[in-house]
Antibody, heavy 117, light 110 residues
């Protein structure tokens, strides 16, 4: 069955960077685009960006341009989200999600990133 | 890429119908038939309920339905059940491989 398993919670200081991983299994890794979506406490969902597993090509939401880097490792079917220059506003649960153009059909369990001094 | 606008909350009694609106622009909701809806229970991740405006994934109850007119999409829950109480988010393709989500609606079953 399709699974997206993310790395565990992390705590970072303001100005630092965080790297979250998401391991995909149960389907051909190259067949679907993968997205990162975040949710601040008590807030809504926010699309951050996308990676095409086959080529490594990426697209980023304007809000995160210059601060977000998405990569993937096709040997382990794992994608990575690297967010730099963290502030308290980046405290959120970060999800990876599989996209079928029609919608996001499978989601990771979420990773809580807390930014605090 | 502004968030799509949803009502903060809607409520209804068991058996009633409720409709959640999702208003965007011609650059997102109005420009593509790629609107989807997600249910999120407290402490859990989102679950796909509707895709391509009107389609239901396998396993989603048929009392959930979707529609769209112009720049506004809607999710209707007919025959409201206690188990439907959750937050609901719409999403639309917005071009250049980016999606935009709605502000979210809390559904309360009275």
């Amino acid at each position: 069955q399709v699974q997206l398993v993310q790395s565990g919670a992390d705590v970072k200081k303001p100005g630092a960077s965080v790297k979250v991983s998401c391991k995909a299994s149960g389907y051909p890794f190259s067949d679907h685009y993968l997205y990162w979506v975040r949710q601040a406490p008590g807030q809504g969902l926010e699309c951050m960006g996308m990676i095409k597993p086959k080529t490594g090509s990426t697209a980023y939401s304007q809000k995160f341009q210059g601060r977000l880097t998405l990569t993937r490792d096709t040997s382990t079917n794992t994608l990575y989200m690297d967010l730099s220059s963290l502030t308290s506003d980046d405290t959120a649960v970060y999800y990876c999600a599989r996209n079928t153009f029609s919608g996001f059909d499978f989601w990771g369990q979420g990773t809580l990133v807390t930014v605090s001094s | 890429q502004s968030a799509l606008t949803q009502p903060r909350s809607v409520s209804g009694s068991p058996g009633q119908s409720v409709t959640i609106s999702c208003t965007g622009t011609s650059s997102d909701v109005g420009g593509y038939n790629l609107v989807s809806w997600y249910q999120q229970r407290p402490g859990k991740g989102p679950k796909l309920m509707i895709y391509d405006v009107t389609e239901r994934p396998s396993g989603v109850p048929d009392h959930f339905s979707g529609s769209k007119s112009g720049n506004t999409a809607s999710l209707t829950i007919s025959g409201l059940q206690a188990d439907d109480e959750a937050d609901y988010y719409c999403s639309s393709y917005a071009g250049r491989d980016i999606y935009v989500f709605g502000t979210g609606t809390k559904v309360t079953v009275l």
